[in-house]
């Protein structure tokens, strides 16, 4: 069974527990496949929001936690507050592997 496109309205964006629309917020983002099965260990699939993944790991996301993709890397998307907050260095922070 083939789906149709996913519009930035469509059901499929939501997250998974606050039910928000992740695209419309600006929280679409790719994290590490070990941090998103510690949050998510039922299935790969789906979105959460950012406050919502920070909720199941037990603490706030770090740049390092982001993949290195272009979801995350390109600046013509837009991205909320919370989500800039959380790709950025910040805090006395670094990236890991930096």
């Known amino acids: 069974m083939r789906r149709g ?10 997250c998974r527990d606050c039910k928000r629309n992740t695209a419309l917020l600006g929280e679409y983002f790719m994290v590490s496949d ?3 099965r510690d949050a998510n260990p039922d299935t790969l699939g789906g979105f959460l929001c950012v406050l919502c993944l920070e909720r199941r ?3 706030t996301l770090r740049p390092g936690d982001f993949t290195s993709c272009r979801t995350n ?6 991205r909320s507050p919370l989500l800039c907050s959380r790709l950025s260095k910040g805090d006395g922070e670094s990236e890991a592997g930096s």
Do not use: Q
Not at 5 to 14: A, E, F, G, M, Q
Not at 73 to 78: A, E, I, K
């Open 5 to 14: 496109p996913r519009t930035i309205t469509s059901k499929l964006w939501n």
């Open 34 to 36: 070990d941090l998103w």
């Open 57 to 59: 790991v037990g603490r």
């Open 73 to 78: 890397n390109d600046p013509t998307l837009y």
